[in-house]
């Protein structure tokens, strides 16, 4: 039903920036929240950040607020997380998902029913 391909990833420095693109298919994307978690080697999936189908309302993890914008275009069925002032602490496998509850934000990766392949973030000290 839905597709996501994403893109963007790679190996930076501390400070530096990356921006992660997700595009979708096979459903209209502006009925479809959005949201980017990661994951480390040996840890749990952690929320990132969400947006809603319209990009009126967004949502951030804490670690994250004020570093990371989350953002999209509808037109072209993209989902982007731009990361700023990357930190060691950020490197993980960065994942984009999709949720049919497309009016609000979740930080749950229970509430998303699609997922991206996964893209590998790795930031040096």
């Known amino acids: 039903q839905v597709q996501l391909v994403q893109s963007g990833g790679g190996l930076v420095q501390a400070g530096d920036s990356l921006r992660l693109s997700c595009t979708a298919s096979?459903?209209?994307?502006?009925?479809?929240?959005m949201g980017w978690f990661r994951q480390a080697p040996g840890k749990e999936r952690e929320f990132v950040a969400a947006?809603?189908?319209?990009?009126?309302?967004?949502a951030y993890a804490d670690s994250v607020k004020g570093r990371f914008t989350i953002s999209r275009d509808n037109t072209g069925n993209t989902v982007y997380l731009q990361m700023n002032s990357l930190k060691p602490e950020d490197t993980a496998a960065y994942y984009c998902?999709?949720?049919?509850?497309?009016?609000?934000?979740?930080?749950?990766?229970?509430?998303?029913?699609?997922w991206g392949q996964g893209t590998q973030v790795t930031v040096s000290s």
């Open positions: 096979g459903r209209t994307f502006s009925r479809l929240a």
């Open positions: 998902a999709a949720d049919s509850v497309y009016w609000t934000t979740h930080d749950s990766p229970r509430r998303y029913d699609y």
């Open positions: 947006i809603t189908g319209s990009g009126v309302s967004t």
